[in-house]
Nanobody, 125 residues
């Protein structure tokens, strides 16, 4: 019952910054933990970050910890991914997703109920 739409992707130079946004439809956004995943060509979808319903807790993949920041604004029905010091290996299609709980196997795509269409991020050197 939730439609997710990502935006903000594009071409960015290594060492720059980029902020992705994911807008959700409906009035139940605040009841979902929100995650970001990414998928590079010919690679499996991988977990990037997760944020709890209120934003009080966050979890990051080791590959992005310290560089990416996930946040949310429930009043705007939006979750963000701030990408700082991006690297060429961060190049991928980035997806936002919603799940009903923060705990459990958050790194597994199958545990998320709703997905956006994705936005391309390309990091050049």
């Amino acid at each position: 019952q939730v439609q997710l739409t990502e935006s903000g992707g594009g071409l960015v130079q290594a060492g720059g910054s980029l902020r992705l946004s994911c807008a959700a439809s409906g009035r139940t956004f605040s009841t979902y933990a929100m995650g970001w995943f990414r998928q590079a060509p010919e690679k499996e979808r991988e977990f990037v970050a997760l944020i709890s319903t209120t934003g009080s807790r966050t979890t990051y993949a080791d590959s992005v910890k310290g560089r990416f920041t996930i946040s949310r604004d429930n009043a705007k029905n939006t979750v963000y991914l701030q990408m700082s010091s991006p690297k060429p290996e961060d190049t991928a299609v980035y997806y936002c997703a919603a799940r009903t709980a923060y705990g459990g196997t958050y790194y597994a795509p199958g545990t998320y109920a709703y997905w956006g269409q994705g936005t391309q991020v390309t990091v050049s050197s």
